[in-house]
């Protein structure tokens, strides 16, 4: 519940500032807001080797507000991350017989046509794609936490 309400925090900040990664900064982000990016980073890496799910949209958000990037950037850098990260789970997973390899060759043949058709895309078009994922996975986790806790 916790990572919906930070992501509904970084689409509304995304909204309040139109400009931030859509065009580049004129002046680098100052030393104070690097060290904090650098910082939430490895927070979020943290975060993200223990439960995965979650971190992936805030890292742009991160890379946008606190090391100036822009959208191309930043989902650039979020995907080399990403890369990484999945890579280590997937060796883990394999080890131990539990990887489908058909959804997973499927998937990585979408991803790479996905990440082709992103780098045609300017950086307003990602910004809406990335703000629209953003609030809808934040909205459906939610929605989810909300139902089962109802259940439980």
């Known amino acids: 519940m916790l990572i919906s309400i930070f ?14 990664g859509v065009i580049p900064e004129a002046t680098p982000p100052s030393r104070a ?11 979020l ?9 979650g971190y992936i949209p805030m890292l742009p958000a991160v890379f946008v507000v606190c090391l100036g990037m822009t959208y191309v950037q930043a989902v650039a850098n979020t995907k080399l991350i990403n890369v990484f990260s999945s890579l280590v789970a997937t060796l883990i997973f394999m080890w131990r017989g ?3 390899y058909r959804l997973g060759l499927i998937l990585a043949v979408v991803m790479f046509i996905g990440a082709c058709a992103a780098l045609k ?9 990335f703000l629209a994922t953003v609030v809808a996975l934040a909205l459906k986790t939610l929605i989810y936490d909300f139902v089962r806790q109802r259940l439980i």
């Open 45 to 53: 890496g943290i975060y993200g080797g223990f439960f995965s799910g």
């Open 7 to 20: 992501m509904l925090a970084v689409a509304a900040f995304s909204f309040a500032k139109r400009d931030a």
């Open 98 to 100: 539990i990887v489908d």
């Open 33 to 43: 807001a690097e060290l904090l990016g650098y910082a939430a980073i490895f927070l």
């Open 121 to 129: 895309l300017d950086n307003l078009w990602l910004r809406r794609i």
